[in-house]
């Protein structure tokens, strides 16, 4: 079965490209390379302690996952374009490249397209800082929303053909990009406010508007997004899955694992190797071999196919 899994820190993790063959944190290749198929945006990211330069934290993630590739293109691929795609379902792992933040473009449309150009294909428009581009909803109300820079960069990544992830973003944000785009978007690892009210969490309301665009929303592993106690098992994994499948069908959600950048993660889940624990539990809970298939990698694939040129 194919799995895509839209959000993991993994490349933030590790210190040297080999550890990406194995490791002791929640993704590798070995792990993920025990289901047929498997989509991983691996995304850049800077922590609270790198602050003072948090794109150059980021280049260098993004060049490490680029150098793997070069060395050991048997044991990962790079998507660049749609007809690459074509290929995720004949076996293999494949990596997608994000950023988890538009910091790594320090105000310049120009460094975007030079990311563009080396591989980039999502954008978590911010983290948990408000940045050039928008607020946070971590964040202090910058600029109400999104910055007319902000409206630049969505533009012209609608224009380039990469995916606009809502994740992070405030509400303020999030309805200013929806009022902006034209292409389907995805929230590639947020889960429902309605069963866990963290404004991480997604209302009833952007959930059906992602879905209106035709976009997906990933489900994070993270048990402070997963429940109110924070302590979370794979029932409440499917507990999101089964509110938004209430609202809009199954055609709208994925798997946004968070793998590397949340803990705990729910019981029962180690990394990689426990996906499929996920899966049988929705076979538990009698969703249709087709819904699986769908919302463990369909739907991201539909949704990234369409986006990637
Ligand atoms: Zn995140």
């Known amino acids: 079965m194919l799995i895509f899994d839209g959000h ?16 002791g944190f929640h993704w590798d290749l070995e792990r993920a390379g025990r289901y047929g198929s498997f989509v991983q945006v691996l995304s850049s990211f800077a922590d609270h302690g790198q602050r ?16 793997f590739e070069g060395e050991h293109p048997d044991r990962l691929k790079l998507i660049r374009s749609a007809s690459d795609l074509k290929t995720v379902q004949n076996g293999g792992v494949f990596g997608i490249l994000g950023a988890e933040g538009a910091e790594l473009f320090k105000g310049s449309i120009g460094e975007l397209e030079r990311w563009f150009n080396k591989s980039l294909k999502v954008v978590t428009l911010c983290w948990n800082y408000d940045n050039e581009v928008c607020d946070s909803v971590a964040g202090h ?16 990544m609608q224009e380039l053909g990469m995916v606009i992830d809502l994740s992070h973003a405030s509400d303020e944000t999030f309805e200013d990009v929806l009022e902006c785009v034209n292409v389907p978007v995805a929230a590639t690892h947020s889960n429902c406010r309605a069963i866990c009210s963290h404004p991480r969490n997604l209302t009833d309301a952007q959930i059906l508007k992602i879905a209106a665009t035709g976009g997906v929303i990933g489900i994070n592993f993270y048990s402070c997004f997963l429940s109110g106690s924070g302590k979370a098992g794979i029932k409440d994994i499917i507990n999101h899955i089964e509110h938004i499948a209430g609202l809009t069908g199954t055609r709208h959600i994925g798997l946004g694992c968070d793998f590397d950048g949340a803990n705990p993660m ?29 919302i463990a990698g369909g739907n991201f694939l539909r949704l990234f196919t369409r986006i990637l040129s």
């Open 141 to 156: 109300r910058t600029h109400r929303g999104l910055s007319p820079f902000g409206r630049e960069l969505v533009d012209r």
């Open 52 to 67: 003072k330069d948090p794109a150059a934290v980021m280049a260098r993630q993004l060049e490490m996952a680029i150098a």
């Open 266 to 294: 729910p019981e029962g889940i180690t990394g990689a190797e426990s996906l499929y624990m996920v899966l049988e539990a929705l076979a538990r809970a009698n969703y249709a071999d087709r819904d699986i298939r769908m």
């Open 8 to 23: 993991c820190d993994t490349l933030s993790k590790i210190n040297r490209p080999g550890e990406l063959i194995r490791n």
